[in-house]
Structure formats: C-alpha cells, structure tokens
C-alpha cells in the first residue's frame, strides 16, 4: 500500500483511513496495542483472550499493593457513587 500522511489533531487523534484498516484487518470494536521509539509508532492488533473471573487471591495482592490512603479514597468515591445501594 502507498504511503498515506495524516495530520494529528490537537485532541491527539488520527483518523486511520478505512483502507488502511481493511488492509490491515482491522474493524470496530478491535483494541490495539501502540508502541513507541526512535521516532516511529507502531499499532497492532492485540490479541486480548478474556481469562474469566480475576482469582481473589490476585485481586488481594493487587489491593495489598495500593497505600491505604488510594484505598480510602476509592472506597468513599465508591460508597457516595453507590446512592446507598449494596452498602450494609
């Protein structure tokens, strides 16, 4: 495919022209993964396989990692987002 030059706009974006996409097998609703270096950035299709559920025990070493303030914080924002619904 011939080269193709897109301006980014102030927000950041570039559109990525349909063609672009079809030649590349991209649609909607796929997630890529960007990376970047010596000036270049490159997207590509990530493979994103749903594991299920986390593990509880993951979820707690993840929570174990966060200062106990983050933790306050999230759980009041959480509580006064709630409008009181599943809160004992």
Do not use: C, H, N
């Amino acid at each position: 495919m011939k080269s193709i030059y897109r301006v980014i706009s102030s927000e950041g974006r570039v559109y990525i022209p349909k063609a672009v996409r079809e030649s590349a097998g991209l649609g909607a609703g796929d997630v890529l993964e960007i990376t970047a270096g010596k000036g270049r950035i490159t997207l590509a299709r990530a493979r994103v396989v749903p594991s299920g559920p986390p593990d509880v025990d993951d979820i707690l070493d993840l929570l174990a990692s966060v200062p106990k303030a983050k933790l306050f914080e999230a759980t009041a924002k959480l509580m006064s987002d709630s409008d009181g619904v599943g809160v004992m």
